[in-house]
């Protein structure tokens, strides 16, 4: 290291020389400062360039029906803004919304249709026939999308009240639940599929928009920049506190047939109306901050849920910028800490994009200094200090010496300095201050014990939870307690990499291994493993830790003990899959743990018993590959399972494996480690590593491992998969090390050593309080 950083210094010095010689030359020949004025700076909410024709994407809140119609049921039960009054002869009335009742009621529609515009309330009585618990039923169908007293005791009175109102959707509902009723008496299994409330709420739905593109039913005209667009009230109310105030309150817009919005625009207005009548946007980056100004501005809340998601989930190197200035300027703290914490992650795509030079210094300052910048070394850095100022060197140039000293220069390797050095001699700003300001703060950073590392903190960190460590002496092998998380990773010189470890506890009563860890709302949930190596060692109980409260609570027992089992998170529940009972005994059984409920049930079973297999989830479904057959071979599945039906064989993998792991990153899944069977059916070491495709359904290979990773833990953080510790089945010693494999460079990189027990630990995600990360 000294003999590195004398060469650099030498070569350092050098190219100052160097550079004092061309400035002259560079004066002489006009290739001074450029610039004298910055460029305009662009508001994000008034424009975003993009290179190329961006194309909008359609965003859809799939609740959305629910939550409008319950709003419109709200509304109904408070009798705000009815217009349909419907009597029955046994003296009952219903004030109800005609829009909502034309959606379902053949009858509702063609008096709406022909209702003349002066008639503010339409006034309908029914027959003698239908009966005032009928009609209530019809009602309900047309806020719920189902009907909660319909049984064979009260269905005539339902069909009878459909048939008045022609609602034939209600009709059907009654077949349907006849048909139920009959297959049920004669012991017939029901097979028919269900409308559910939330498809009739969706047709429900897709009507009114059919009435509202006809204005059939429009009480409402708004204006937007000389454009007029028709509504109805009450969608405008179900969807905006804004409108809700304005037409319910007293307002003199209340009683105007014509509302004028001011400072809105039209086609963002247009929008959201569209919206109010489909629960879809439109959105892209040249768009979605006006339409978060508009839905802000008139209070459409679900419509502002979307922007604010599609900000979070489309954010880019190009556009993060942009983000942190609009959540600033509208005071959005969440966004504004997704934002940065994007910008810190990304940070050397993001000093590549021309916003990034009209940065306030300030505000670049603050980037370079946090312990949330995410580079690979110190030369991203370094470039982008430059680019920054040679953006508009004459006002910048005074602030180099300031900015050089973000950069740390001794972690740089020769061959990173070579390279600086370089930068430095084709730059034309010719800046004596620049020059002089990096040389200074090379030289003064040299000997800085503080800059041996830059530490980066990750919003999240990985969690360690139990394990084992494997010693010569087989008896004084022994389970731990033990729970560690990453609170940084440091930066060395070059490529070498830290985890920085801390202790974070330790489990309640009993030591674990071969044990299972899921993250459910931001609990830790602990499940299963072996305390021992007995027979009777395995468990069955489950544990779920509270970080914040830093708090234990013992929760329901799974219904049968599992050990090298897999356990994942799907739909806010914990599925136990497969594993090994009293360790000599495979299971193709399944559990599911409901957190409401705090209840274990059984679903549908493995097609055959597994144990030391892997499992991770991809869009929605549970993915299981490999592990041992009930006689202990490995095998090379890949295995689609379905919770409430038969699993599914996909491709095999390229290798048979157990005792591997397997994690989803983006679109693929990534499948390392484990030990295989040789030709002779002896366990190997197994190194290779692979990738799964679940859209063409194939497997590719990956950079294999240099050294072997059986039983180990693994978890993917900040789009990186970590593979930590286990140990090598050949001459069973224990692999002490951290692997982490980039997907941007194809490799794995060796993320230095495992705080304590290496084996059967299992790894998770989980957001760590910050008092424990100072």
Not at 188 to 215: F, T, V
Not at 234 to 249: E, H, P, Q, W
Request: net charge negative; aromatic share 10%; charged share 25%.
């Amino acid at each position: 290291m000294a003999m590195d950083q004398q060469c650099l210094q030498r070569e350092w010095g050098n190219s100052w020389r160097t550079a004092r010689e061309d400035e002259n030359v560079n004066a002489e020949n006009g290739w001074m400062d450029v610039s004298d004025e910055e460029e305009d700076r662009v508001n994000p909410v008034e424009e975003y360039e993009r290179s190329e024709v961006e194309e909008l994407q359609v965003q859809t809140q799939e609740i959305y029906p629910g939550s409008v119609f319950e709003a419109l049921e709200n509304m109904m039960l408070y009798s705000v803004l009815t217009d349909l009054t419907i009597y029955t002869e046994d003296g009952h009335q219903f004030q109800v919304h005609s829009i909502v009742l034309a959606a379902v009621s053949y009858l509702i529609e063609t008096r709406l249709r022909q209702k003349p515009k002066q008639e503010r309330i339409i006034e309908l009585c029914l027959g003698p026939e239908v009966h005032s618990l009928g009609l209530a039923a019809v009602v309900e169908f047309a806020y719920t999308g189902s009907i909660s007293i319909l049984n064979k005791d009260n269905m005539e009175m339902v069909r009878t009240a459909a048939v008045s109102l022609e609602a034939q959707r209600v009709l059907e509902l009654c077949t349907e639940e006849e048909q139920r009723e009959q297959d049920k008496a004669r012991g017939k299994k029901e097979d028919r599929k269900r409308i559910s409330a939330k498809e009739h709420m969706n047709d429900s739905l897709q009507h009114i928009r059919q009435l509202w593109a006809q204005r059939v039913g429009c009480d409402v005209e708004l204006e937007a920049e000389g454009r007029v667009f028709h509504a109805h009230r009450v969608l405008l109310i179900a969807n905006s506190d804004y409108f809700r105030g304005m037409f319910t309150t007293g307002m003199k817009e209340s009683r105007q047939e014509l509302v004028s919005l001011l400072l809105v625009r039209a086609a963002k207005f247009e929008a959201l109306l569209h919206y109010s009548y489909s629960g879809t946007l439109a959105l892209g980056w040249g768009c979605v901050f006006d339409l978060t100004c508009t839905s802000l501005q008139l209070q459409f809340q679900t419509a502002f849920s979307l922007c604010l998601n599609f900000l979070q989930k489309e954010i880019d190197a190009y556009s993060c910028l942009d983000v942190v200035s609009f959540a600033e300027a509208y005071g959005m703290a969440d966004l504004l800490t997704h934002a940065n914490d994007f910008v810190l992650r990304h940070f050397q795509d993001v000093s590549v994009t021309p916003k990034f030079h009209d940065l306030p210094v300030e505000k670049l300052k603050k980037y370079l200094q946090s312990n949330s910048l995410c580079v690979q070394s110190e030369l991203p850095v370094f470039k982008a200090v430059m680019s920054w100022i040679e953006a508009f060197p004459r006002q910048r140039v005074k602030l180099a010496r300031e900015l050089m000293r973000t950069v740390r220069f001794p972690l740089m390797t020769f061959m990173e300095f070579k390279e600086v050095k370089s930068i430095t001699s084709w730059l034309t700003i010719g800046a004596k201050k620049l020059y002089k300001s990096v040389n200074e703060e090379f030289f003064n950073s040299s000997s800085d014990v503080q800059s041996n590392f830059r530490v980066y903190m990750p919003k999240d960190t990985l969690v360690l939870v139990g394990g084992e460590r494997i010693t010569d002496n087989f008896e004084k092998r022994k389970p731990c307690r033990e729970m560690w998380f990453s609170n940084a990773l440091q930066n060395h010189i070059g490529l070498v990499k830290k985890v920085e470890w801390r202790m974070l506890g330790t489990l309640p009563e009993k030591p674990r291994f071969s044990h299972g860890v899921g993250v459910m709302r931001g609990k830790l949930y602990i499940v299963g493993g072996r305390h021992y190596y007995g027979k009777a060692d395995t468990m069955k109980c489950t544990y779920m830790y509270d970080p914040i409260q830093n708090t234990w609570q013992r929760l329901a027992d799974m219904h049968e003990r599992r050990g090298s089992f897999t356990l994942v998170v799907l739909n806010d529940k914990l599925y136990a899959i497969g594993g090994e009972r009293d360790s000599e005994v495979n299971m193709e059984s399944v559990e599911v743990y409901c957190p409401n409920a705090n209840s274990w049930s059984f679903v549908c079973p493995l097609d055959q018993a597994l144990c030391c297999h892997a499992a991770s989830v991809w869009n929605g479904t549970i993915f299981l590959s490999g592990g041992f057959n009930s006689q202990y071979q490995c095998l090379s599945s890949m295995i689609l399972y379905h919770p409430e039906r038969r699993s599914t064989y996909l491709a095999e993998m390229r290798n048979d494996r157990a005792l591997h792991c397997m994690e989803t990153l983006g679109d693929h899944l990534y499948v390392a480690g484990g030990i295989s069977c040789d030709a002779d059916g002896n366990l190997v070491d197994q190194l290779a590593c692979e990738v799964y495709d679940p859209v063409s359904n194939s497997w590719s290979a990956i950079m294999p491992f240099l050294v072997p990773h059986v039983g180990a833990a693994s978890a993917v953080l900040e789009g990186k998969v970590y593979i930590i510790g286990g140990y090598c089945n050949e001459n069973y010693s224990d692999t002490k090390s951290v692997h982490r494999y980039d997907p941007a460079t194809e490799h794995w990189e060796n993320m230095s050593l495992t705080p304590g027990p290496n084996t059967f630990i299992a790894a998770c995600v989980l957001p760590i309080p910050t008092h424990l990360r100072q």
